[in-house]
Nanobody, 120 residues
Framework: QVQLVESGGGLVQPGGSLRLSCAVS????????MGWYRQAPGKERELVAT???????SYTDSVKGRFTISSDNAKNTMYLQMNSLKPEDTAVYYC??????????????WGQGTQVTVSS
């Protein structure tokens, strides 16, 4: 059973930085894609950033140029470096991993979430 454990959330002032980590039990290289989602109070969960097994990354427009997603296969850990944080980045951040068995069939794994609060 694959488990994802996030860490690194907290309270930060606007303009500050945080780095989130997502530790994967088992081999991260067995995952075809990983990503970070976030959910703010009263809003739907949204995709923030993704990284494929080949290293291709993508970001939602609101975080481009501020957030960087990366992974370290040797440590079985994925990261989200968040710079120039804004109050609107406040949310619970979730780690996600997908393992494809066939083109339209995949297993979806989630972490428990970590709170990020941006406030002065």
């Amino acid at each position: 059973q694959v488990q994802l454990v996030e860490s690194g959330g907290g309270l930060v002032q606007p303009g500050g930085s945080l780095r989130l980590s997502c530790a994967v039990s088992g081999s991260i290289s067995s995952m075809n894609a990983m990503g970070w989602y976030r959910q703010a109070p009263g809003k739907e969960r949204e995709l923030v950033a993704t990284i494929t097994s080949g290293g291709t990354t993508s970001y939602t427009d609101s975080v481009k140029g501020r957030f960087t997603i990366s992974s370290d296969n040797a440590k079985n850990t994925m990261y989200l470096q968040m710079n120039s944080l804004k109050p609107e980045d406040t949310a619970v951040y979730y780690c996600n991993a997908k393992r494809y068995w066939r083109p339209s069939v995949f297993s979806n794994y989630w972490g428990q979430g970590t709170q990020v609060t941006v406030s002065s």
